[in-house]
């Protein structure tokens, strides 16, 4: 494959978005119970439709309908795992892309290991800070993404910085799963998950940074950076996405 083909730009992230808007893709999400409401809020604030359920009884009829999964293992317990295996075997039957953020598994040794044991079940996209990466070894996934000040992505191939963001963001707990919500309503629309988490990741950080004038602090941030995000236009994203590139 030409590598340049795979390699995101600013333009790319608009025609995404503007994608994504389009088409109104259906997001279920396995997440963090704190911050639900947030992550529902922030898929839907960029045109796509976000399923919750966590019902053991009903989450693989909800992956059967949805077009991606996104899997976070914050508030992990012993029905939820039983509920996060139905759903990837799920998305996995029916050919789904699908992301894990295995959110603290360097606090776990338990959580470690069925972030392991899940990251063995292919995911398109593996998310995580630097600490959690370091930890789950060898990533069987499309796409590794390392988040930070500056996220880091490599697909094998090529390397790509996005380096949009504010650090308010680190003071609204969520956001980071909101992303992974964002990421996976892009994957939903293109193929190429380099292309896909760049662009989503970019849309999330120009939002924050045109967000933040508008904002007195933490509290009214969040309510300004889901409001960026709904209103979010192409010629944001191609003034001030930036997205880097490297040779893996």
Known sequence: MNESLSRPTAADAAELLARVRARRPRVHCLMN?????????????VGAIPSMTA??????????RADVLTVNLGTLDAERRHVIRLAVDMANAGGKPWILDPVHCD???????????????GPTVVRGNRA????????????AIETGPVDRLCDGAV????ENGHAWMAGVTGTGCLSGGVIAAF??????????????LATTGVAAELAAPEARGPGS????????????????????????????
């Open 132 to 143: 959690e990466m370091a930890l789950i070894g060898e990533v069987r996934a499309s796409l």
């Open 187 to 200: 994957l939903a629309v293109e193929g190429n998950a380099l292309k896909a988490a760049a662009a989503a």
């Open 33 to 45: 119970s704190v911050v639900q409401k947030f992550t529902a809020d922030g898929i839907t604030a």
């Open 159 to 162: 390397q790509v910085t996005v």
């Open 221 to 248: 941030f969040g309510i300004a950076f889901l409001d960026t995000l709904a209103s979010l236009s192409a010629d944001d994203l191609l003034k001030h996405a930036r997205i880097r590139h490297a040779t893996a």
């Open 55 to 64: 019902s053991l009884d009903e989450v693989a009829d909800f992956v059967a």
């Open 107 to 121: 606090y776990s040794p338990g959580r470690l290991a069925f972030a392991q044991e899940l990251i063995g079940l």
